[in-house]
């Protein structure tokens, strides 16, 4: 017992030092600010504001978030980009820069241009009215001049150059735009030469960026979106098998990602850009949910569980489950809370660590 206690001191003691460097906020902070393009993975209420179909800004959406807010994020509380600003010693909820109530000085430490429903592709921005990818980009024009009027030009083009950048995008371009739209498959051809089509978009997008002051960037792998319940229940069966067909395209597209990224490093000076992919984890937790505390995967918390997403998961249906956590996915489409924390934990383990 007696030579325990200088262990237990000195455990405290980190403790104690642990907790004041997470209190400290600002000066544990890896990097200046987390800006996040994207989609619904990474969406934080961009959506709200526009005309568009696809929203979340509504009960239950968001009831595991801080103050039980429906924020527009598509989940029941925090996604990827919140957590993965929290693991950089940044802040935990990273804010839609169309939000009217966050002001530059809320933007300066992280902003979020995603937008749920877009793609890399214009064609799959347009099926639901949302914003474009290019005009992602153009916002973030817009954010530059004001942080430069905030921050003054010189700290801001450091914070530029020294944030996260993270980018989340390239499933709809496949479940809402080329496998539901004819035009595009006879446009672009084979699947192969879609996913080929998106890589030239991708490519553009991520020298655009570097062209803007980007240098530290994370691009995102594509889920294995044949096991989204929407899609295992497309043919009316409820908790039907991961459709091999599409799981088998994210590969061969998250292929061609990572060797995008091995050209970007080498053709764009001074830039790091790291291919953040969770496709093998959330397939590891959907083959194995049991093993990470999960008890339902086939279907979702949300409603019946096998369609609904945006306005069909409203708080007048009945069917809602009570306790979030245990299911990976929140709506047809979308992970939980829980299943965000466990992607960005190891994305920033595996992928981002060398920007901590
Ligand atoms: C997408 O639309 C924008 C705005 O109209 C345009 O500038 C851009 O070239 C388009 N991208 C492609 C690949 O057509």
Redesign the pocket.
Known sequence: MAQQTPTLLLFSLQLTIFLTIIHTGESSAKVPAVIVFGDSTVDAGNNNGISTMLKSNFMPYGRDFEGGKPTGRFSNGRVPGDFISEAFGCKPAVPAYLDASFTIKDFATGVVFASAGTGYD?ATSDVLSVI?L?KELDYFKDYQTKLRAYLGPQKADETLTEALYLVSVGTNDFLENYFLNPRSSSRFGTIAQYEDHLVG?ADKFVSELHGLGARKISLGGIPPMGCLPLERNRNGLRGGACVEEYNNVAKEFNGKLAGLVVRLNNRLPGIKVVFSNPYDELLNIIQNPSQFGFENVAVSCCASGMFEMGYMCNRFNPFTCTDANKYVFWDSFHPTERTNALLSEYVVKDCLAQFL
């Open positions: 214009n474009p290019w978009l």
